[in-house]
């Protein structure tokens, strides 16, 4: 899984540099916010859905991220005590609690890479979206003017 | 703009960087080797004295150094050592009569390690006369 955030960098690099020459200003918005792009060109649904989505991830990183740091303390803490253990009794008590803590580390530590890919991947989706699909999309609001009176008509684009 | 999200990109990069994994590896196995357990733990009570004897393990006088005598406390779950000797009797002394008192023993190896405590042997001490 390590080996696939530089990779996604190096797209996302590429894709940036790409656009620089060819000047989508609303793929530097989605660089900077994933879905912002996609707003501005009038794709709200799908814009919310980067931007909801890569909060989740980045929310999700952030709580995993501190309780893995808590869970890490915590081995530390059980591994001293065992090592420094003088009855046999503390030994395995401590020994078992270790155990506990390490793999508690270990899975907050997956969810941690889990979050933190899934943010990579949207931010990246997103830009990649924005260069593929970078056409301004119909005002979500159309008004038309009639003789005896006007028709407002609202739409949603995914 | 640009600048922006450069720096957004920056950031994440950063991010990647920062999320090592900063727990390490597991000590493989259990390290200690107890010294074993003693046997025949007997307490006999006496005039506000009791007499605690027990015996070496088997095959094993060699690595043990001492051993630890604790009182149980049975309604409490609690121990309290009250002495260390190299002998395999104990003779816990002063005591309030007409109650019973219980104990456990523990050995110490040549590094200062303690294994595992006996089950509790309970005896009633008498009150002197």
Known sequence: M????????????SVLASTEARGGENVWYSAMV??????????????????????????????????????VEQYDRAKASYLNAAYIGDAVYEYELMHERWNSAEDLNALRN???????????????????????????????????????TGSLSF | MRSFAWC???AIAALCISCGADHQDLPTGFAYDPPPTPTNLVVTGGEEL??????????????IRAFRVYEYFESYDMIQLIGTTTDTVFVDSLLIGNLGYCYKVSAVDTSDFE?????SVCAFVRSAR
């Not at chain 1, 912002?36 to 995993?64: C, D, K, N, P």
């Not at chain 1, 979206?129 to 119909?138: H, L, N, R, T």
């Not at chain 1, 005002?139 to 028709?151: A, K, T």
């Not at chain 2, 027990?54 to 094993?60: E, I, L, V």
């Open chain 1, 114 to 152: 889990t979050a933190l890919y899934a943010a990579i991947g949207i931010w990246a989706v997103s830009i990649v979206d924005m260069i593929i699909f970078d056409s301004k999309a119909e005002p979500p609001l159309s008004i038309s003017v009639r003789r005896d009176g006007f028709i407002v």
């Open chain 2, 8 to 10: 957004a990109l920056g």
């Open chain 1, 34 to 71: 994933p879905g912002w792009g996609q707003v501005r060109a009038g794709h709200y649904g799908r814009g919310g859905l980067f931007m909801s989505g890569e909060l989740v991830a980045l929310t999700t990183l952030v709580i995993a991220d501190i309780q893995y740091d808590r869970a």
């Open chain 1, 2 to 13: 390590r080996r696939i955030v530089p990779l996604l960098l190096v797209i996302a690099l």
């Open chain 2, 50 to 63: 009791s007499t605690i004897t027990w015996s070496y393990p088997a095959g094993d006088r060699g690595s």
């Open chain 2, 115 to 119: 294994g595992w405590r006996t089950e």
